[in-house]
């Protein structure tokens, strides 16, 4: 369970192409006992956080200060940066680092802050790293004995129906601890609620106000404790703008800054060859899901979760470029989620507690679509393949047919 076996395979394989890779993730997610697993395959190791003020004023003194690690052979040292993003001029202080010693170091770049973001617009990083996601735990990961990714795209419909009671066990820790290691790993529902409170304030009122600058924490904090409720519906900014009266550009800027600091994910509409297909409002998600108290709700957050985790690790490892959506149109008909690959719709996913018949929606969108189409409900022990036309649908157990999921 501590091993995160599926990221030190990730690392492994792309760190064997590129001597810098990024790793990017929640707060407490488990980013520094990753980076520990890492370093027990190098003989050579220096660990750099620059939260601690000792490293922090070596690294000021000398900035080729790792140059100095202690060797124990010749092989390749691994020098880690934990939350450097937080040094003014980080990027070009890698590039640099990279540049000169690329052939002679590996190097693991590991932040909270979303440093997937420099891949975007002018990045004098481009081209010298790559990144890849470490998340909460999921189902797929405890539950183990995961498909190959080829063999998931070429058949979505492979489910495991094994071990049933000990996955539905995980899932409902799943669903009252949070995956975060340190509340999932203690077991209690009141050491989850201890540290809850703890993280999203320290996360508002340390990261995001030192790093971001904003000053109304309040209202921010309001906002984010107004966002349990909102989940499982496109989320109105112009709605949240009335209630916290404050303006709508404001909403917008906290609702990215939540994702920026990995608070929250959300995902856009479908809209390619949809009739009426609402456009612009997204669905917004928690990576704290226990806050949300509405079950049904509670219940898509956990699928869209273990969704978006397998979703990002394919498009680190280069598999494709997946997206995950959900489809609503103007008529109030929807399907929760949807899979797509290189701009073409490839799967459908639809959640219901307990309804064991596919929703009109998911038929309707399945038949237009022509993709395959999956219902997952909360419970159950066995899963059923019911026709619709020349297609068939595929309803089972959230917790069996994710815990597959590559």
Same mark, same amino acid.
């Given at each position: 369970?501590?091993?995160?076996?599926?990221?030190?395979?990730?690392?492994?394989?792309?760190?064997?192409?590129?001597?810098?890779?990024?790793?990017?993730?929640?707060?407490?997610?488990?980013?520094?006992?990753?980076?520990?697993?890492?370093?027990?395959?190098?003989?050579?190791?220096?660990?750099?956080?620059?939260?601690?003020?000792?490293?922090?004023?070596?690294?000021?003194?000398?900035? =080729?200060?790792?140059? #100095?690690?202690?060797? !124990?052979?010749?092989?390749?040292?691994?020098?880690? &940066?934990?939350?450097?993003?937080?040094?003014?001029?980080?990027?070009?202080?890698?590039?640099?680092?990279?540049?000169?010693?690329? #052939?002679?170091?590996?190097?693991?770049?590991?932040?909270?802050?979303?440093?997937?973001?420099?891949?975007?617009?002018?990045?004098?990083?481009?081209?010298?790293?790559?990144? &890849?996601?470490?998340?909460?735990?999921?189902?797929?990961?405890?539950?183990? #004995?995961?498909?190959?990714?080829?063999?998931?795209?070429?058949?979505?419909?492979?489910?495991?129906?094994?071990?049933?009671?000990?996955?539905?066990?995980?899932?409902?820790?799943?669903?009252?601890?949070?995956?975060?290691?340190?509340?999932?790993?203690?077991?209690?529902?009141?050491?989850?609620?201890?540290?809850?409170?703890?993280?999203?304030?320290?996360? *508002?009122?340390?990261?995001?106000?030192?790093?971001?600058?904003?000053?109304?924490?309040?209202?921010?904090?309001?906002?984010?404790?107004?966002?349990?409720?909102?989940?499982?519906?496109?989320?109105?900014?112009?709605?949240?703008?009335? #209630?916290?009266?404050?303006?709508? =550009?404001?909403?917008?800027?906290?609702?990215?800054?939540?994702?920026?600091? &990995?608070?929250?994910?959300?995902?856009?509409?479908?809209?390619? !060859?949809?009739?009426?297909?609402?456009?612009?409002?997204?669905?917004?998600?928690?990576?704290?899901?226990?806050?949300?108290?509405?079950?049904?709700?509670?219940?898509?957050?956990?699928?869209?979760?273990?969704?978006?985790?397998?979703?990002?690790?394919?498009?680190?490892?280069?598999?494709?470029?997946?997206?995950?959506?959900?489809?609503?149109?103007?008529?109030?008909?929807?399907?929760?989620?949807?899979?797509?690959?290189?701009?073409?719709?490839?799967?459908? *996913?639809?959640?219901?507690?307990?309804?064991?018949?596919?929703?009109?929606?998911?038929?309707?969108?399945?038949?237009?679509?022509?993709?395959?189409?999956?219902?997952?409900?909360?419970?159950?022990?066995?899963?059923?393949?019911?026709? =619709?036309?020349?297609?068939?649908?595929?309803?089972?157990?959230? &917790?069996?047919?994710?815990?597959?999921?590559?």
């Amino acid at each position: 369970m501590n091993h995160r076996t599926p990221y030190i395979k990730t690392w492994e394989e792309l760190s064997s192409e590129k001597s810098m890779i990024f790793l990017a993730g929640p707060r407490q997610a488990g980013k520094t006992t990753l980076c520990e697993l890492i370093s027990r395959s190098y003989t050579n190791y220096l660990y750099f956080n620059w939260d601690i003020a000792e490293h922090r004023t070596r690294f000021l003194g000398d900035n =080729n200060f790792f140059t #100095d690690v202690g060797r !124990k052979d010749t092989t390749t040292p691994l020098v880690v &940066f934990d939350e450097i993003h937080k040094y003014k001029d980080w990027k070009n202080y890698l590039k640099g680092s990279y540049d000169q010693f690329h #052939d002679q170091f590996r190097f693991l770049v590991s932040g909270s802050g979303r440093l997937d973001l420099y891949q975007k617009g002018s990045d004098s990083l481009a081209g010298r790293y790559f990144l &890849f996601h470490l998340w909460p735990f999921t189902i797929s990961e405890l539950g183990g #004995d995961n498909l190959t990714i080829s063999s998931f795209l070429k058949d979505p419909f492979q489910i495991r129906m094994k071990e049933g009671l000990k996955l539905g066990k995980i899932w409902k820790k799943l669903s009252t601890l949070s995956g975060f290691p340190e509340p999932y790993l203690s077991g209690k529902e009141t050491s989850y609620r201890r540290w809850s409170n703890t993280y999203s304030r320290q996360l *508002i009122r340390e990261d995001i106000r030192d790093l971001t600058g904003v000053k109304s924490i309040i209202e921010i904090e309001t906002l984010y404790m107004l966002l349990p409720s909102k989940i499982g519906s496109p989320i109105s900014a112009t709605s949240l703008s009335r #209630d916290l009266k404050v303006s709508y =550009n404001s909403i917008q800027s906290w609702l990215s800054i939540f994702e920026t600091f &990995f608070m929250t994910f959300s995902i856009t509409p479908w809209t390619k !060859k949809v009739s009426r297909a609402i456009q612009k409002e997204r669905k917004v998600y928690l990576w704290d899901t226990p806050r949300i108290k509405a079950d049904a709700a509670r219940f898509e957050n956990m699928v869209a979760l273990e969704l978006y985790r397998a979703v990002s690790a394919w498009n680190d490892m280069g598999y494709g470029t997946f997206l995950l959506h959900f489809i609503k149109n103007k008529e109030h008909q929807e399907v929760d989620f949807l899979i797509s690959n290189e701009n073409e719709p490839f799967l459908l *996913i639809e959640t219901k507690l307990s309804e064991k018949i596919p929703s009109k929606a998911l038929v309707k969108f399945q038949n237009f679509l022509n993709i395959p189409a999956v219902q997952l409900h909360r419970e159950g022990d066995g899963y059923r393949l019911i026709p =619709n036309g020349p297609h068939k649908i595929l309803v089972a157990p959230a &917790f069996q047919w994710l815990a597959g999921l590559p």
